[in-house]
């Protein structure tokens, strides 16, 4: 049974520690949901343990610098993980044996910057690559363009390493646009072999609750095929928001209804607590 909440306040001190989703929990990728940073102050204050997991492509100092320039202050957050920053360590540590990659982006430049001191290459021109890397898409993607490059990927058989495994995201005045996992999950379904970082996939949520050195955790996020879904393959309780990545399917009011078609679609087990915003 799923219990409604109105203040996170209420169940924090229930646990050792408390993971936050970013986009549509925190911001809406351009400014911060009203009252999340004043919660945020108020739960570290209280000497309450914070961390964020995030599926983005970008490594976790980059967004913790993009959530600190948004009044997140970096001090509240004991871990900042991201799947970009899973990914990065895999090649780091040579998990990963390609050499030379072809970038998916939000914007150009963003996998050179990704890169840092790797000893890989990145190229755009597919030809010459030995795996796809993708990062991030551009809120308005040229379907036409994306089709093209998968079905050119494909007859070469290239991997596909995906850092951020979400399939839509939410913008700011309730846009949803789509995101990389939709792009990964196309490449699989017609042949390609695709890995996966970030959520719901549990080498992430493990490699946090590592870092936390705690069991006792709660997911808060606004996905059920990701946030939700991926603590509950770990033990997690989670706290889903409604006014994220689902907000227009609950402006009718039902809420109750709404969560059940959603939970149904989405072939998951219910959250612990709902609750419509963050506060």
């Known amino acids: 049974m799923t219990t409604h909440?109105?203040?996170?306040?209420?169940?924090?001190?229930?646990?050792?520690?408390i993971v936050f989703d970013q986009w549509g929990v925190l911001h809406n990728g351009s400014a911060p949901y009203k009252n999340a940073v004043g919660l945020l102050k108020e739960l570290y204050k209280d000497g309450t343990r914070l961390a964020v997991l995030s599926n983005s492509g970008k490594r976790s100092e980059l967004n913790a610098k993009r959530i600190s320039e948004m009044g997140f202050s970096k001090k509240l957050f004991e871990q900042?993980?991201?799947?970009?920053?899973?990914?990065?360590?895999?090649?780091?540590?040579?998990?990963?044996?390609?050499?030379?990659?072809?970038?998916i982006e939000r914007n150009k430049g963003d996998a050179s910057n990704w890169v840092g001191d790797l000893s890989i290459k990145i190229t755009y021109n597919l030809n010459l690559a030995d795996a796809i890397i993708l990062m991030g898409l551009p809120d308005e993607p040229q379907n036409d363009d994306w089709k093209n490059l998968i079905k050119?990927?494909?007859?070469?058989?290239?991997?596909?390493?995906?850092?951020?495994?979400?399939l839509m995201s939410p913008r700011a005045d309730g846009k949803i646009v789509t995101s990389p996992g939709t792009i990964a999950n196309y490449y699989e379904n017609n042949g390609g072999k695709v890995f996966f970082y970030g959520k719901p996939h549990r080498p992430i949520f493990d490699a946090l609750q590592?870092?936390?050195?705690?069991?006792?955790?709660?997911?808060?996020?606004?996905?059920?095929?990701?946030?939700?879904?991926?603590?509950?393959?770990?033990?997690w309780d989670s706290l889903f928001v409604l006014n994220g990545l689902y907000s227009t399917d609950f402006r009718n009011g039902e809420i109750d209804m709404t969560l059940n078609k959603l939970i149904t679609e989405n072939d998951c087990q219910r959250p612990t607590y709902l609750i419509e915003e963050l506060q």
Do not use: R
């Open 152 to 166: 050119k990927a494909l007859v070469k058989k290239l991997p596909l390493y995906c850092s951020n495994p979400d």
């Open 80 to 103: 900042i993980m991201t799947s970009g920053e899973a990914l990065w360590n895999d090649i780091s540590t040579k998990v990963i044996t390609e050499k030379c990659f072809f970038p």
């Open 210 to 235: 590592l870092k936390l050195g705690v069991n006792n955790i709660l997911m808060v996020g606004d996905s059920l095929k990701h946030d939700i879904q991926g603590a509950q393959s770990i033990g």
């Open 5 to 17: 909440i109105k203040s996170l306040k209420t169940i924090a001190s229930n646990y050792d520690a």
